[in-house]
C-alpha cells in the first residue's frame, strides 16, 4: 500500500507533537529548575542532547509539509501553517533566547523562553488534527 503525503504529514505532525509536549512538560521545566552553579554544564548537554532529535524531526515535518504542500487542500494548508508557526518560533525566538541563556540563567529571559515554548507546544499540537482531517479527507 502506497505512502500518501496526508498519511506522512499525519505521521510526521503527531511525532513532532509528542517530541515537543515532552519537551514542554519534562524537558523545560527540568532545566528551568537547573541551580545557577550548574547552569552552563546542564544548557550544554541539553544543546547537544537535543539538537540532533531537533533535527530529525524537523526534517521529517518539512519533508511531510512540502510533499503534502504538492497538491493541498484546506486541512493540509492548515496543518502546514501550523507546523510553520512552531518551526518558525523555534527559529526566531527559542533558538536566539537560548543563545543569550548560553552563561547564566536569566529569570526573565527562562520565563520567556517557556512561554515560547508554549506556542510550540500549541502550534504542534492544532497540527494534528487538521493533518488527520487531510489524511481521512
Not at 10 to 39: E, N
Not at 41 to 54: A, D, M, N, Y
Amino acid at each position: 500500500m502506497p505512502t500518501t503525503p496526508e498519511a506522512l504529514l499525519l505521521g510526521a505532525t503527531a511525532l513532532h507533537a509528542g517530541f515537543q509536549l515532552t519537551v514542554t512538560t519534562l524537558v523545560y521545566p527540568r532545566l528551568a529548575d537547573t541551580p545557577a552553579a550548574d547552569w552552563r554544564r546542564v544548557h550544554e548537554r541539553h544543546g547537544r542532547t537535543i539538537t540532533p532529535l531537533v533535527a530529525v524531526v524537523y526534517a521529517a515535518v518539512l519533508a511531510a509539509c512540502g510533499w503534502a504542500l504538492a497538491d493541498p487542500g484546506p486541512a493540509v494548508v492548515a496543518a502546514a501553517s501550523a507546523c510553520g508557526l512552531a518551526l518558525g518560533t523555534t527559529a526566531a525566538r527559542a533558538a536566539p533566547l537560548h543563545g543569550r541563556l548560553a552563561d547564566r540563567p536569566d529569570p526573565r529571559l527562562l520565563a520567556r523562553l517557556l512561554a515560547v515554548d508554549r506556542v510550540r507546544a500549541v502550534a504542534a499540537v492544532a497540527a494534528v488534527p487538521a493533518a488527520l482531517a487531510a489524511a481521512v479527507g
